[in-house]
């Protein structure tokens, strides 16, 4: 099952076979279709038999924290108080190389565990925290997108840079890793609050500096930190403009949340082209809001999901889409999602913010072949509901509301295989 084109704009958007092939050679994919004409077409083609498991595209997470794993579940705080009780003190106790390297393992692996082939990770303030998260990102496999995340006012001392400093380390990091194999480079300042007028200067300059570079922070996530970065930044009109003024906005820049935008912000991103990372189990889990997703449409703003953990719940993207589906279910000017949606959203979407939906997103030839193979354990209630789905589409929706990270039974990107799990 995948999804050729966009199911907001198009009502032949998702195609599903009950009995599929995908034929890939090497990274690239050659064909996807019914089994039975698929093979007669590559009747010597090497056959992986997976009969059982559901074949998705490989899903692409477009936010979520490397440093935050450890603080999943922390309850009962809103954002800013969230941060400083939470947040910033688990972040730095990633200071020794060793700490950070056995993270930055069990951050990738459970990315891949839960299916995920392509990412955009907030990284590390700390450099050798980032700089050991990106040396495992090269041996993962993964598509990863990240950066050393960016403060100098508002945080802990611990985290706190210069922007002398940021300069230094930022583009020692992009020398060492940015278009190495599946890494790109995301100049990353932490968000508005954290950051002086300087140092969101340093980051538009930077972002001229290197072909290909994305852009990555937080906006309107929470009414409190608007109201922050207001007082902060008087002389400029709204959020984003904190960002657009530093020549931050653009088509490699991506916006976590967006909840308390404005329409005047939002007009002003369509016409920019950047991208929003919605994070809809983050945003109930600390009480910010419901992610206006008409009004993201309206305006032609491109978004994708992200688990955000550490305040997101997992990194399940399964998960992820569902608890979207539950965001507009209960806002009144709600987008009325399908199972189709969810499938866009959870990977081709995430492709479009990540600029790759030239090479990944759905199975369409030529690309390259990141999958992941989901199957119902035994015995399990996500089997028995299958078992009476009567559709394709319905079988989707059952996936999306019941698989999670013990259904993942492989994660392959680009014709590789990044993990596998036998179920019992």
């Not at 083609?45 to 922390?74: K, M, N, Y």
């Not at 400083?84 to 056995?102: D, I, N, S, Y």
């Not at 570079?213 to 008087?234: K, M, W």
Request: proline share 4%; hydrophobic share 40%; charged share 20%.
């Amino acid at each position: 099952m995948h999804t050729p084109a966009n199911p907001f704009e198009s009502d032949r958007a998702f195609a599903a076979y009950a009995d599929g092939a995908l034929v890939f050679d090497g990274k690239k994919i050659l064909a996807c279709g019914a089994y039975a004409t698929v093979r007669k077409e590559h009747p010597d083609a090497e056959l992986l038999d997976h009969r059982g498991a559901f074949l998705l595209p490989g899903f692409v997470d477009t936010h979520v924290h490397f440093p935050q794993l450890t603080i999943i579940g922390s309850m009962g705080l809103p954002l800013l108080e969230w941060l400083k009780q939470r947040t910033f003190p688990a972040e730095a106790a990633l200071g020794g190389v060793q700490a950070a390297e056995t993270a930055a393992d069990i951050f990738l692996e459970r990315l891949a565990a839960n299916g995920t082939t392509a990412a955009v990770v907030f990284g590390s303030h700390l450099f050798d925290a980032q700089d050991a998260f990106f040396r495992k990102a090269l041996s993962s496999g993964l598509r990863i997108t990240s950066g050393l995340v960016l403060g100098d006012q508002n945080l802990i001392p611990e985290l706190e840079t210069t922007t002398e400093r940021a300069q230094e380390e930022t583009t020692e990091l992009i020398s060492r890793y940015h278009g190495a194999e599946h890494i790109r480079y995301a100049v990353t300042p932490r968000f508005s609050v954290s950051c002086s007028r300087p140092l969101l200067e340093l980051c538009g300059e930077l972002m001229g500096g290197e072909p290909g570079l994305f852009f990555q922070t937080h906006i309107n996530e929470n009414i409190q930190e608007v109201a922050l970065v207001r007082s902060l930044f008087p002389e400029c009109r709204d959020y984003f403009d904190t960002y657009e003024k530093y020549g931050l906005a653009g088509r490699h820049s991506i916006f976590a949340h967006n909840l308390h935008v404005s329409e005047g912000e939002l007009s002003r991103m369509g016409a920019c082209g950047c991208s929003v990372a919605h994070c809809p189990s983050s945003n109930a889990f600390l009480g910010s809001g419901a992610f206006p997703m008409a009004r993201h449409l309206q305006h032609g703003v491109r978004f994708g999901v992200g688990c955000d953990v550490g305040a997101g719940s997992g990194f399940s993207l399964l998960n992820e889409s569902l608890r979207a589906y539950e965001t507009q279910m209960l806002r009144d000017d709600g987008y009325r999602l399908s199972p189709k949606h969810l499938l866009y959203l959870s990977g081709a979407a995430g492709a479009e913010v990540m600029g790759l939906a030239d090479r990944i997103g759905d199975f369409s030839p030529g690309k390259e072949a990141d999958f992941v193979l989901i199957q119902p354990p035994r015995s399990s209630t996500l089997s028995a509901v299958l078992e009476q789905t009567q559709s394709c589409e319905a079988a989707l929706g059952a996936l999306f509301t019941l698989a999670r990270e013990e259904s993942v039974v492989a994660t392959y990107v680009a014709g590789r295989r990044v993990f596998s799990h036998e179920l019992d």
